[in-house]
């Protein structure tokens, strides 16, 4: 399964706005997004899943999706997961 | 102005300046809990009746957004993914598989959220509040009933909550609320930025709100931050005249800065980019007292090139054709990282790699911005000013005019905001052609406590007397050397402070160009003597709230004698 470990780029991490720009980008990619964070994995389209993993500027996380497309949906959330979504 | 020490008195932390008067009304208690029986419908029933209530509260939510638009509508969009969640979802219909009622289940997995996010504390914390609005508006569809919101009565209100929800501040119907008191909520909370940004008088985190009954009169003052509970006739009357002196007090002409005597004060501007110059100019700004660089870098993965820098300099400074334009050198680090300056992650950012220390830990892109301003400022006629942020000691003030005038630059001084620098200002001005201070990250340093956290925003006053001190040290300095100092935090925003700050030495004001009238305005009532004044009494202060309230009670008579002439 592909997949891309990303360290985030957002000065306060993914809080609210941020994450739900992410969680809006996994939705509208219509594929199963898993995202990593230590040894806690969940569905990359939860936005409290998301938010109470407390993730901070700096963080590493890895994110997988299977299906058609899955690289360049990887990608895509790897960009805006590295740019600071809070600029 | 009146502050008393009575037990009828609430501190928080004020949002603006603003005043209001008026009766209390209280948000509307949230709905009960729903009660744990067990349904009478099958399981599967409940998932469709839960299934509907959220998407349906959050398609509510979302028209919301669209109609408040701005920064609410980001906010309320986050809430509508937290009614759509999966996850949530899943939780409900585990719960629905136990027998209960969609009402019971729906707010048992929120809640489960809600206590996760809770025990995270800080800026997550805050975010419960959220999860809790969600979660009424939720349960009330399902219920049948409207979801607790704003009151809307037909007279004007002083709006009194635990914590305001987004959707809640976003549709305020600003004509009827006079004011808005909370009880919880840090000035990072999104009841502070939407009150900020809607210029609604705001008090939030005034421990005690929640006695305030329906009808009760409360003079809600935002610049104090204090909320004087069933005024007397004598504390209302003058709350009531300074708001009728603000809206028939003469518009003081836009124009130089200056105090009653004639003492120059220049006002500046503080901007962030190029976008907002010719608003600054309109509103009086004498040239620019800081100009931050950041925007040029956050959007990149590496520096801009000096071409590319050039420009943007070169705009700013033919703005401003023989005026003083300062243009702060990279400020990242702490609160705003860069990727290709931040290499490792740190423990205490605010302490760490930031500032001119990152700059010299990567000193081409420093002599890369430090060219690029020469570059622009040989082509124009402004009066091109660089300054280094975080500055702490002699050495580095050295370091940074050095370089600055090896790559061509007339002048170059540090920002103030470390108080070692404060401290040793006579030895760093030496060597510095000015300072500037920066009132936030003084403040932070000076009380130990992060600006960014809300559990400690109390301490984050500039008015504190430790900090004046601070600030009077450097302008002692500049005096004594004939070096000029700047102040260009947010206290140069505040109309009273900025008075205390020029008594405490300093030359020149920069301020969003939002502050600007307010300010102009405040100088001119006073004359340098009076300022010097004011300032002793705020260094004699034990504590920011004293040093406020002494300047305050010392001002009045000479701004009511002002208006009897």
Redesign the interface.
Known sequence: MPERTV?I?S??GL???P??LF??AV?ASGLPVQLTKGDKT??A?????V??L?ID??DQITLSAEGENADTVLDQLVDLL???MD? | MTTTTTPMTLRGVGIGRGLGIGPVLRMPDPLPEPADGPSALAADAEKVRAAGALAATAADIRLRGEKAGGSAKDVLEAQAFMAEDPTLKDDVNVRLDTGKTAERAVFEAFVQFRDLLTSMGGYMGERATDLDDVSQRAVAHLQGVPAPGVPDPDHPFVLVARDLAPADTALLNLDKVLALITSDGGPTSHTAILAREKSIVAVVGASGALSLEDGETVIVDASTGVVTVNPTDAERSAAEATLASRASAPVVPVGPGALADGTAVPLLANLGSVDKLAAAIELGAEGVGLFRTEFLFLDSDKAPSVAEQQAHYTTLFEAFPGKKVVVRALDAGADKPLSFLNDEPEENPALGLRGLRALRAHESILRDQLTAIANAAAATTAEAWVMAPMVSTVEETRYFVGLARELGLKTAGVMVEVPAAALLADRILADADFASIGTNDLTQYTLAADRLLGSVSSFQDPWHPAVLRLVGEVGRAGAALGKPVGICGEAAADPMLAVVLVGLGATSLSMSPAALADVRAELSRFTRKQATQFAELALSANSAVEARAAVFAAATPSTNTQKSE
């Open positions: 360290t780029g000065a306060h809080h609210a706005r994450a739900s969680v809006q939705t969940l569905n389209a939860s936005i409290l899943g938010i109470s407390g500027h700096g590295t740019t600071d600029a």
